[in-house]
């Protein structure tokens, strides 16, 4: 049907014309959203991260230091502050034998509607000199 292996060569190439513009088309939107959507899930894991650190820290200064729960929960809004979280609540619990701090807040997301609940409790034994 082909006298050289050049027509061969031209036919196939002539069929594929246009095909990596498309390809190219079809899966940038794709890498877009893996993209946005890496970027966000790292957003939520270090708001996660910075009130786990937050907490940690209080109910250590609570368990250990002796300190009060309200300088505690000051402590942890402080910490939070210049963070970009919303709604943050503390919750302290102090017992005998162990302290339980809880803080809740809202992590933002990159588009409107992509925010999300964070809730963290760390609990902390108490430990103080018995006489």
């Not at 109910?59 to 919303?86: F, G, H, K, N, W």
């Not at 017992?95 to 990159?110: K, N, R, S």
């Amino acid at each position: 049907m082909f006298d050289s292996p050049c027509d061969v060569d031209v036919v196939r190439c002539s069929g594929d014309r246009g095909s990596t513009s498309l390809a190219a088309a079809l899966l940038a939107p794709l890498f877009v959203v893996l993209l946005f959507a890496a970027f966000q899930a790292a957003l939520w894991g270090h708001a996660r991260t910075e009130t786990r650190v937050a907490a940690a820290h209080s109910a250590a200064q609570v368990a250990r230091v002796d300190a009060s729960p309200a300088a505690a929960e000051a402590s942890i809004r402080t910490r939070l502050a210049d963070r970009p979280l919303d709604d943050v609540a503390v919750a302290i619990d102090e017992g005998a034998e162990l302290v339980v701090v809880t803080v809740t807040a809202t992590a933002p997301g990159i588009l409107v509607g992509t925010s999300r609940p964070i809730r963290v409790t760390v609990a902390v034994p108490v430990e103080r000199i018995v006489e």
